[in-house]
């Protein structure tokens, strides 16, 4: 099973399981099923609960809004993760604030869910990772899906358990990606925190104490991954890869964990380097893990994303990038 | 909450009243300093809200801007609870959170975005629409609001799904200091035919007019024939805000001839009318009075509006 | 950049033809991996923007979206670096930052995001009008495009300071796989009377009908009385994209029937339409050929997007 | 002259040097003059360059985008910067990616003009410090007046000089803060960094060496010195204060200078806490200063900001907070 067809099963679990679950998007019906996919099947199962919508991004993320002020929950599909900045205030302004300025007397259990991410060539405005733009937006949660574990099960929770609104980040790239399983791999193991949306701790199986604490999110664990197994048995330097679900609010403790062991941290994400995930990962490092901090981050240059081949890969970070940075830092 | 029997003529001019004594009493105490933030009033718009509201029926769902008080009052809110918001109190709609524009209570919503509250309130008239539930929700923007794109974002929806949502259009001539023919193009009933949604249209201060005109409408979106807009110029009689009016005032005076208040009061019973009077001024007073009196919101109260790690 | 005479028929043809197998060989060449990313082709669209940029003057302003490789060759672009420029090569129109739906070039700009040109375009027509050029802007966009809320605020805009532009509605009767009648409501003319914009409307795929049409609008726009739209009904005959067709074979093949090629082939002597098509494919082969033989964009030539501390 | 009248000084400086300097906004007109009567007197002098427009926040950037492209220089007034949001595509996906996309053959010389912050009481969408989420977009530039040295110098070199496109973040607040010259204190010393957009560093005249090093931006840096002051003679604790104009894209020499002397950074905003602008601070100066740094952020709750005073007071930061953080983090 691949991420696509986890998470498009996910959908489908949902619909069945709870007939509040109105799903919303631009061209999703059959036998079309969204530009990348994922509502494969829905329209025809579902037929009343499908909408295919007009091209506008804030209306129908506010149409998401509404519906499930109403009692509804209400999935809505960017259909590029470029377009969301067009839902900006809608999301902002309405869906974040709403159950907190409220008194607590509403809820909106919306989620938007987007893919983000380079690599095939879209050009500028089809190839970002904006979601570091929605990060600390008080009232809003920011997940990002991943090949580990259980991609479907983390948006079946977003969809029929979370009643706060969810901006779910998908990654291109991550669609054709087969689903690991917390057990498969003898060469790694992978540990799952409690909670609902969990951080995931990946090291190698049966190394010897970490030196360096990696993390990632998204596309960009999937990267992560294939570094550390190359830094272990090719350069043998033994590092923790640290994985989030939830980007925002901010919640990364196995991270504090792994570094008191490590004091070295080196954060990877595809979005532009400056302003960006990482920043918040090492500005809370080094807030609540003290002095004697070695830290670095790695992401795409700070600049558009170019759409051809050579040009783009060279702003996006990939595994070489993150080998170097790792023996820089150990060095 | 209570439906409103089929409004009689006391009832229309009381509730109109209600609004008026409210706002003036907001306006005429913000310079002692005991509100927090800056407010909208409605004077000179209240048989809108109070001729259109008149149609709602148990359950339905009002959406509402910037400029609420009056949309508020006419749904059947609390005055006090309203004086209390503005004056930061535990005791007020939100408890102090949102203030005079985002004022959250029941089926009744409203945020100072101007705009951004129109694919909320479709969202929800389909929400109510699939659900079956009979509810009709009553959207009101104003003129200015019309310079939003996402309107017509909504507007296209509602219409292409036949949801149960009456728009009504506030034309009170300005967006803020700015007035109508600098901000709009052409005609505003063409904005919604545009997207096939029949418009009423009014030019009145006439409560039992424009409640005529809005129980047609109403009953048609209730009866599932999808969409209806009803168009209503009106006027503010106050500054936009509390300061401020760059309008002439020549014109003012000129729409104060056409005043909503003493048309309908005029039609009522002189000594009714004066017990009404009463009645709504010793209502305002009271609201404001428990409204002070109560304790000032308490930073204890402020929740995380998320969990963190659910 | 030179204007181009008065359009003959064999002139409006040539340029049709170039989209055309321009197209059909980006089409074909796709799944051989020669191109980065994805297209969007012009294939039975090449009358709209062939016929409305016969009408260009020096200096007019183009503004496209994603399906921008007919509007941009009949612009006048070089069909050389639009190849070099799908393929990622330094000699690409933007050296290949841009890709298919990022072009510019000289007073022609597109962007692969629906509608958000629109304003951009309203912005440049003003700019052009307070400068007393005399330049005109044509804005391209689709029937899906009417559901950005952007678009609106332009219009409004555009009217309300009697800019000098014409939007030219391209209805291919879909947006990406859904149907017009899924995605719009209401008529297409209204979303633009709305605003009090003048609205011509043809449902033909004759160049020359085209032609004299937009004729019309742009001599109104260039006499500085304002905005004009053209609402073209016309069709595309490849996929939105790449891959997947949704839509019934038939109905593609009953538009094919009108196709603007032929309609316009035909009008020529057939020794003529005979070299105009073998020189058309020669350019066509030779730009790619040429673009082929570039060199790949170099990281090198990546600089910063603005100067860090100035 | 308060920062006011610096900042409306300047626009009509501008329109009065450059034929080529449009203003567009909502309720600009006199005699009104804009919502914080920033455009005073520009529509009765500039009778055909003052533009007063529909309320359409992504059309009016998107037209003063589409100026900029033709050879205009278009500023454009937000009228309150919660609405930002709104005008995010245009932002991110036109003005900011145009020079860049099209291989520098285009210039987009924009400024967007637009008063953020709380302390007024109104209320949740009326109040907020969205900036944080417009920091690190390639290609945009992001700038905070405050009340020192010259703050119409600052405006006037990002319509004038500049050709990139500029966010413009005034402070409601600061419109009536008497501008702070250079060397008008006795009490302090303000020195200015050569760059267009100075990074500025204040200390207490005839101190010992700092122990601490503040940062903060915008009407922050008034609260910044003020407190800076009072730990100096209350507490006898010595803070170095660096305060830069140009947030994003971020650059901030001064403040390392000052850390390697200190090994102790306190940063302060008013925008919410997690993913602000500390972030970015905190994150460059673990990079770039390396091991042994104590640091702490100073934030907004994350939370909306709240109507009534109490609770709006305990959500904002203040002087008192900096005080307290700075003595806990000497201690
Ligand atoms: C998105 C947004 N832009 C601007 C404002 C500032 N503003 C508040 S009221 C107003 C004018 C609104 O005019 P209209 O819709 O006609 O309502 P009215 O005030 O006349 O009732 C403006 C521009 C706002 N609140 N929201
Ligand atoms: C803001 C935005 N939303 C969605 C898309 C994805 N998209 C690309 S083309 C398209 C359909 C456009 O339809 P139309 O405007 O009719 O143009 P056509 O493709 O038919 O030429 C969509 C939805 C986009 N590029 N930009
Ligand atoms: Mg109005
Ligand atoms: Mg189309």
Redesign the pocket.
Known sequence: MNVLQALNGSLHACMAESEQVYFLGEDILEPYGGAFKVAQGLSTTYPGRVITTPVSEAGIVGLGVGMALRGLKAVVEIMFGDFIALAADQIINHAAKLRWVSGEKVRVPLVIRTPMGGGRGYGPTHSQTLEKHFLGVPGLRVLAVTALDDPGGVLKSAILEDDDPVLFIEHKLLYAKPVISLVESSEFSLQRSGERYPVYHLTIAGSPPPMLTITAYGYMAELARQAVQRLAFEHEIFADLVIPTQLSPFSLDPLLESLAKTGRLLTLEEGSHTHGWGAEVLAHAVETHGPRLQAKRLAARDMPIPASGPLEKSVIPDVEGVIRAAREMIS | MTVRPSPDDVELYRQMLRIRRFEEKVLSSFSSGIFYGTT?TYIGQEADAVGVLACREEGDIVVSN??CHGHFLAYGGSMHALAAELMGRATGVTGGRGGSQHVQWEDFYAN?????TIPLAVGMALAEKVQHSRRIVFAF?????LG?GVVYESLNMASLWSVPILFVL?N?R???TTPVQLHLAGEIADRFEAFSIPVAEADTVDVIEIHALANKSAASVRAGEGPRALVLHTY?YGP?SKGDDTRDPEEILRYKKRDPLPLQGDRLDPDLRQRVEKEVEAEVAEAFQRAQDDPLADPASLTSPLDIAP
Do not use: K
């Open positions: 909208h910037h400029r100072g975005i101007l705009g951004g923007m104003g003129d200015g609001t939003e506030e009170n300005y967006a803020q503010r936009h």
